[in-house]
């Protein structure tokens, strides 16, 4: 049985510190981001920030402690994070006169903000991002996935009226799916929280969720439409054009650190990680083979082609150390190169190289002429090609024939007992949350969300037998 198969959560945590992705340090629950695992967030914040700029939604930045007052003037919102909130309360010898919370989140500090800034509709609408660290004392944790500080962006915009705002709700939700499909080549199931897995104080969440190779669900973005709730809060009004003042409606969103996990788990293999280009800290490896040391025009060549590919703008290393080939190849197959290229004397001879695609099986030999061509084509196929087999591997974990309670059990039984996963099923679902609590205390499962797309419309609830207002997906989640 591969090393992935036999124990996920093993493999992962050996396959991200093996790799250099991260590392642990010494506050519960935090980790380190190592250059290679901070380099995949830079290049996921590059794309996001692109799409920001051609919303005119600029970057801001708030500050990470926020006043106890403010999380006590939205009810929900404070109920809703209060289990994992740290607190600030003295500095040095002196207790301080109000407890500061380190951020979960930012929408009482921007709407305090807000308030201050939006007086007129000429001011809306108003929207802004910010890249943060946020806090939150998880009880149980998982680098990249569940950890008590990690990072993420968090937009917040405020709105003359309801469709303004669930327009903009929507889109960023399209935006968070296509990243995730066409940069990270994540396949995602797009759809609405139920009320209780509902973003605290929102009026609707939506959310993207990833399927992982071992079937478990990553939520991997979260977009809320918040109504008035805390523009009433915290009193951010405007002007309309008839002199009246209003409320605005607002929204908030954000994506995290717990992507890099999601494509750790999408796409890594037994040999180690596997990285689509488009994110990949290392797209070409060039290595010497041979005895190359005898023979000085080999490194001559690969110094030629590195700042070749440099100048061309991929991410390139020169792999000139003195350890063995079959180390190499292990080491850049763990840290998920791309391309491998490799030139010993008779390649130099016969005017080609041996190229090693990291999601393939085969070497190719590339002639020199043919090379710049070959690079660019095969990383250019490379993520599409990824995309197809996570979701091909994500059919085949869909369950659409489940109808009860009994049902769902007798399946993870057989799939504990076969050693496979149980994935995400597909149900119906009263609208009550207490099928949706049955649901997860007797079998592990939660709801992930509503589809937009169903595959299936169910008519009847999974516990109750009551006609389905709904139909949703379900599974184990991170």
């Not at 990690?150 to 937009?155: C, R, T, V, Y």
């Not at 969720?209 to 979260?222: I, L, R």
């Not at 005895?291 to 001559?300: G, H, S, T, V």
């Not at 076969?418 to 009550?432: A, C, H, I, Q, R």
Request: proline share 5%; with cysteine.
């Amino acid at each position: 049985m591969s090393e992935q198969k036999n124990d996920f959560t093993e493999w992962y945590l050996k396959t991200i510190q093996q790799a250099e992705l991260m590392a642990y340090s010494p506050v519960r629950g935090s980790i380190i981001f190592r250059p290679d695992g901070f380099e995949l967030w830079e290049h996921i914040q590059e794309e996001f920030n692109k799409f920001l700029k051609t919303q005119d939604i600029r970057n801001a930045y708030f500050p990470m402690l926020i006043p106890k007052s403010f999380f006590m003037k939205e009810a929900d919102h404070i109920e809703g994070f209060a289990p994992e909130l740290p607190w600030v309360t003295e500095v040095g010898d002196e207790k301080l006169d109000e407890p500061l919370a380190l951020r979960p989140t930012s929408e009482t500090m921007i709407g305090s903000a807000f308030s201050d800034w939006i007086n007129s509709y000429r001011d809306l609408p108003y929207e802004i991002n910010q890249w943060a660290n946020v806090f939150r004392w998880e009880k149980k944790t998982l680098p990249f996935l569940r950890t008590s500080e990690f990072l993420w962006q968090e937009g917040h915009t405020a709105h003359a009226d309801e469709a303004d705002a669930r327009k903009r709700t929507m889109a960023i939700l399209d935006e968070y799916a296509r990243l995730a499909e066409e940069f990270l080549a994540i396949p995602v199931y797009k759809g609405q929280k139920t009320p209780s897995e509902r973003f605290a104080g929102a009026v609707d969440t939506y959310s993207i969720e990833a399927m992982m190779q071992d079937g478990k669900a990553v939520q991997a973005g979260t977009s809320h439409y918040l109504g008035t709730k805390f523009a009433e809060a915290f009193d951010i009004t405007y002007l309309t054009k008839e002199n009246k003042h209003t409320h605005v409606h607002t929204t908030s969103w954000g994506m995290s650190t717990r992507l890099l996990g999601s494509l750790i788990m999408t796409h890594g293999d037994d040999k180690g990680l596997v990285f689509p280009p488009t994110v990949a800290p290392t797209q070409i490896v060039l290595m010497p083979v041979g005895p190359w040391k005898k023979n000085p025009a080999i490194m001559e060549k690969l110094d030629t082609l590195f700042a070749a590919f440099k100048q061309a703008g991929y991410r390139v290393r020169l792999d000139d150390t003195d350890n063995s080939p079959g180390y190499k190849f292990n080491e850049w197959e763990l840290k998920g190169a791309c391309l491998r290229i490799e030139c010993g004397p008779r390649d130099l001879e016969n005017g080609h190289v041996m190229v090693k695609v990291r999601d393939l099986d085969e070497k190719n030999t590339v002639t020199f002429d043919n090379l710049d061509a070959y690079v660019a084509e095969q990383l250019a196929i490379m993520p599409k090609r990824l995309l197809e087999k996570a979701k091909a591997r994500n059919k085949a974990n869909e369950h659409y024939d489940i109808n009860t309670l009994d049902e769902l059990k007798i399946h993870i039984d057989k799939c504990n007992e076969e050693g496979t996963t149980p994935g995400f099923v597909l149900v119906g679902w009263d609208g009550s949350e207490e099928t949706e609590a049955k649901i997860k205390e007797e079998t592990g499962f939660t709801t992930r969300n509503i589809p937009f797309e169903v595959p299936m419309k169910k008519e009847f609830d999974l516990v109750s037998g009551k006609p389905a207002k709904h139909t949703l997906w379900i599974a184990r989640a991170y």
